[in-house]
C-alpha cells in the first residue's frame, strides 16, 4: 500500500510537507511506500501530469490512500484519473470522495442521526436572500448554524457562524454576510443551514473564544473502525463515559466510501449524534492522536 503526500512547496528537493512530516515518518515506519505531489501544481496551475512527476508507473495497479490537504471534488478527480495513468488507484473514487466531502452528498447516510438540515447552492458570492428564507423557514425560530458545504467558520462564532433565531432576518444576513467575506474564494459550493443543538460543554477555546464541546472523530476504513479520538486537544475528556462506538459502526456499514471520518457528540439531553462525515484522506488527525499508531491501524485494516 502506498500513502501519498503533499510535497514542500519551499524546498527544491523531495521533502514532505512539514504540517505532515510526523504522519509521513509515521507511515513510513509502518512499511508503507511514501509518494509525493505537488498540491500547488494542481490547485492552482490545475497541472496534474507535473504535480505528480515524482510518482514513477507501476507495473501493476496499486492501491494508493492520500493524506494531505482538502480538494475540491474537480481537483480530487483530476488527480484521481492522472494517478490512474500510472497504474495508481485513489482508496476512494471520485463519486465516494464528495459523497464525505459535501455535507449535502454525505446527508443522505446520516439524516436520522444528525441535526435537521437544508442548503441552497451559490455562485460567485451572490446569495439570493429570498431564497435563504424560504429554505430556512422549516427551523420556525429556532438557532442556527451556517457553513459552506465543507467548512464553517467556527472560531468567528457570534459573527459568521451562530444564529440566534432563524427569523431575525437581519441578523441572519449579517452572519451569512460576514461567513461568505472570510471564506471569499474558498467559498465550497454554497451554503449549509443547520439546527443548533446543545451539546455538552466542554471548554472556551482558549484563543478564539469558541465554546468547546465533547466531541470525538472516528476513522473507519474498508467499513472497519480505526479508532475514536477526542476531537479537541483543550478540555478535559471524561474517563467515565465513552461513545456507544456499536451504534456509530452501524451506520458506517452503510456509508458509500472505503475510508473517512465520521464526527459525533453527545446532547445536554443525553443523545448521542452525528454531526458531519469526512472523507478518511484530508480528514485531520485530532492533536492528541497517535500518527505511529494511526498509520499501525491503516496497516492492520489495509
Same mark, same amino acid.
Given at each position: &500500500?502506498?500513502?501519498?503526500f ?11 510537507? /512539514?504540517d505532515?512530516? =510526523? ?8 512499511? #508503507? ?14 497541472d !496534474?501530469?507535473? !504535480? /505528480? ?16 490537504? &482538502? ?13 490512474? %495513468? ?19 452528498? $454525505? ?6 442521526? %444528525? ?5 441552497? %447552492?451559490?455562485?460567485?458570492?451572490? =446569495? ?17 448554524? *451556517? ?11 457570534? /459573527? ?5 433565531? !432563524? ?6 444576513? $449579517?452572519? =451569512? ?7 471569499? %474564494? ?5 451554503? *449549509? ?17 469558541m ?8 476513522? #473507519? ?18 474517563t ?5 462506538? +456499536?451504534? #456509530? &459502526?452501524?451506520? !458506517? ?6 475510508? #473517512?471520518? &465520521? +464526527? ?7 443523545k ?9 484522506? *484530508?480528514?485531520?488527525?485530532? +492533536? ?15
Amino acid at each position: &500500500m502506498n500513502i501519498l503526500f503533499c510535497d514542500n512547496p519551499f524546498d527544491n528537493k523531495p521533502t514532505v510537507e /512539514t504540517d505532515y512530516e =510526523v504522519e509521513f515518518i509515521s507511515a513510513k515506519q509502518n512499511g #508503507f511506500t511514501t509518494q509525493l505531489f505537488s498540491y500547488e501544481s494542481l490547485t492552482k496551475d490545475k497541472d !496534474a501530469e507535473y !504535480a /505528480t512527476r515524482r510518482i514513477k508507473h507501476s507495473n501493476t495497479l496499486q492501491k494508493i490512500i492520500y493524506r494531505g490537504w &482538502m480538494l475540491k471534488p474537480n481537483q480530487y478527480t483530476l488527480l484521481y484519473n492522472t494517478l490512474l %495513468t500510472k497504474n495508481f488507484q485513489l482508496i476512494n473514487s471520485p463519486t465516494e470522495y464528495q459523497n464525505c466531502h459535501y455535507l449535502p452528498d $454525505s446527508y443522505k447516510f446520516i439524516s436520522a442521526y %444528525t441535526p435537521k438540515t437544508t442548503w441552497l %447552492t451559490v455562485e460567485n458570492a451572490q =446569495v439570493n436572500y429570498d431564497e435563504v428564507f424560504k429554505n430556512i423557514a422549516i427551523f420556525g425560530n429556532s438557532p442556527l448554524i *451556517v457553513k459552506d458545504f465543507v467548512k464553517s467558520q467556527k472560531h468567528y462564532w457570534d /459573527t459568521a457562524c451562530f444564529i440566534p433565531s !432563524a427569523t431575525e432576518k437581519n441578523n441572519v444576513i $449579517s452572519v =451569512v454576510q460576514k461567513f461568505v467575506a472570510l471564506q471569499n %474564494t474558498d467559498l465550497n459550493e454554497g451554503l *449549509v443551514f443547520r439546527e443548533f443543538i446543545e451539546l455538552n460543554d466542554l471548554t472556551t477555546h482558549s484563543k478564539s473564544g469558541m465554546p468547546l464541546k465533547q466531541e470525538y472523530r472516528l476513522f #473507519f476504513l474498508n467499513k472497519q473502525l480505526l479508532n475514536c479520538y477526542n476531537y479537541w486537544e483543550e478540555g478535559e475528556y471524561s474517563t467515565d463515559e465513552h461513545p456507544p462506538l +456499536d451504534l #456509530f &459502526m452501524g451506520i !458506517a456499514k452503510n456509508i458509500e466510501s472505503n475510508f #473517512f471520518s &465520521m +464526527d459525533i457528540a453527545k446532547t445536554n439531553q443525553g443523545k448521542w449524534v452525528v454531526i458531519e462525515l469526512g472523507d478518511g484522506q *484530508v480528514a485531520g488527525l485530532p +492533536d492528541k492522536g497517535d500518527p505511529l499508531e494511526f498509520y499501525e491501524l491503516i496497516r492492520q485494516h489495509c
